[in-house]
């Protein structure tokens, strides 16, 4: 089993800088990779950004790119999601979670409880 616990949310401005935190615990050493995901109210959960575990690979929606970055820490089991120039479509509950095919809400085998991420106009 692996646990994984968000942190980092909040109420930002439109333009501002937020970053995520992810800590995963448990059985570490099975993790494939590790991503975020989103949902907006009213729209399914959608993938955000991923990153190998072991060769710290990363992969972006097209939405992201270019403004949020994926990092991990492999001695302090932390996964970070730094996010710059936010935008109110951003606005999202956040989740971090750790399985195996890249951008694939049903490959994922382990999620977080996500923290809530709101950019304001």
């Known amino acids: 089993q692996v646990q994984l616990a968000e942190s980092g949310g909040g109420l930002v401005q439109a333009g501002a800088s937020l970053r995520l935190s992810c800590v995963a615990s448990g059985r570490t050493g099975s993790i494939y990779t590790i991503q975020w995901f989103r949902q907006a109210p009213g729209k399914d959960r959608e993938f955000v950004a991923a990153i190998s575990w072991a060769g710290g690979a990363t992969y972006y929606t097209d939405s992201v790119k270019g403004r949020f970055t994926i990092s991990r820490d492999n001695a302090k089991n932390m996964i970070y999601l730094q996010m710059s120039s936010l935008k109110p479509e951003d606005t999202a509950v956040y989740y971090c979670?750790?399985?195996?095919?890249?951008?694939?809400?049903?490959?994922?085998?382990?999620w977080g409880q996500g923290t809530q991420v709101t950019v304001s106009s």
């Open positions: 979670a750790a399985g195996g095919g890249i951008a694939s809400v049903t490959a994922m085998d382990y």
